[in-house]
């Protein structure tokens, strides 16, 4: 089974910038790369909304419309871990980031295979915020 934890949220100014990342675990001899992974994330009275969703075997990533090339997921395969380098942050984007998990790294390429509900195992997030 995966566990996940996010890291690397805080409080940063408007233009600024911030680096998560998200550490899997699991039993046995673990990889990620028969996973896709990705970053979501959901504001106070919002829904949770697909930032980046990354095929962890080949790296490629899918970026939510909104991203518009401010965020960049990528992940460092000798390490299951999975990062999310965000810049030009505005007050919008505060929200709590999560990563979540599932097998599949193809599903990635679907919008059907990016939404949360289809995602099974999340971490429990990392608050961002973005205020002057």
């Known amino acids: 089974q995966v566990q996940l934890v996010e890291s690397g949220g805080g409080l940063v100014q408007p233009g600024g910038s911030l680096r998560l990342s998200c550490v899997a675990s699991g039993t046995g001899h673990f990889t990620l790369d028969y996973y896709a992974i990705s970053w979501f994330r959901q504001a106070p009275g919002k829904e949770r909304e697909a930032v980046s969703c990354?095929?962890?075997?080949?790296?490629?990533?899918y970026p939510g419309d909104f991203v518009q090339g401010r965020f960049t997921a990528s992940r460092d395969s000798t390490k299951n871990t999975v990062y999310l380098e965000m810049i030009g942050l505005k007050p919008e984007d505060t929200a709590v980031y999560y990563c979540a998990a599932e097998p599949g790294p193809d599903r990635c390429r679907v919008p059907s295979g990016r939404t949360a509900s289809t995602f099974g195992t999340w971490g429990p997030g990392t608050q961002v915020t973005v205020s002057s």
């Open positions: 990354i095929n962890f075997s080949n790296g490629r990533t």
